[in-house]
């Protein structure tokens, strides 16, 4: 019988840590956490974690999953995109929709882009999962970054139970992905 997989998910993050683990657990995925803060290059969605994950195995000097969250507003061609870190701290909720005043067009797209490497001179593979919505004054609570203004079906992120949420999220959609590989064997390959 072969080992469970181990993963060892490089993020600060808590709030991220607690979804994977939610969804990957059920599955018999063991994650594992380091908090390691990495720096961040400027670039596509794929060539942010590409660079994440070097960085995370080269830090680890072993087998690593990371993840990069973009928020994506239509009418701005994608922006902020990887930005939405700094956008969010700077400007805030308030600011973020300030930021769509000018356009009829309030649609978004939160992307999850997992990058896995079995360590240092490794490739890194891409799971990618994306969930269309819309921005929206906040509404729910403000537990985790931008889920008060992204509404999908009606509800925000926030306002959906975390079950709920984990059942339609780009980071569950990006999972499924993961786990499908894990479970065909890709970890061993
Ligand atoms: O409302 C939210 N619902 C989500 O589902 C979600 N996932 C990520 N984020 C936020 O979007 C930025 C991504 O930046 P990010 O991917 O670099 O994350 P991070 O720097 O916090 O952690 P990490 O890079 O150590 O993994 C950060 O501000 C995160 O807090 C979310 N906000
Ligand atoms: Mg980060």
Redesign the pocket.
């Known amino acids: 019988m072969s080992a469970a997989p181990v993963l060892n998910f490089i ?3 808590a ?2 840590l607690s979804e994977v683990r939610t969804i990957l657990e059920p599955a018999g995925i063991t994650v594992r956490n380091q908090p390691l ?2 720096p ?1 290059v400027q670039g596509t969605l794929e060539d942010v974690t590409r660079d ?1 994950c070097r960085a995370a195995a080269a830090a680890v000097q072993g087998p690593v999953l ?4 973009c ?1 994506c507003f239509d009418a701005l061609n994608g922006l902020p995109g990887p930005y ?2 700094w956008f ?1 701290q700077s400007i805030g909720h308030a600011g973020l929709n300030n930021l769509l005043a000018a356009y009829d067009d309030k649609s978004a797209e ?1 992307v999850a882009t997992f990058g896995f490497s079995q360590g240092p001179g490794h490739d890194v593979l891409l799971f990618q999962g994306r969930t269309k919505g819309k921005i929206v004054p906040p509404r729910g609570p403000t537990t ?4 008060p203004i ?1 509404e999908y079906d009606g509800q925000t ?1 926030a306002e959906m139970d975390k079950s709920a949420k984990n059942k339609i ?1 780009h ?1 569950f959609k990006a999972l499924e992905k993961l786990r499908a590989w894990i479970e065909a064997g890709g970890m061993k390959a």
């Open positions: 993020t600060g993050n709030n991220k803060d990495l961040e994440k990371v993840e990069d969250t928020l939405i870190k969010m939160a985790f970054g931008w889920d992204f992120y999220s980071r």
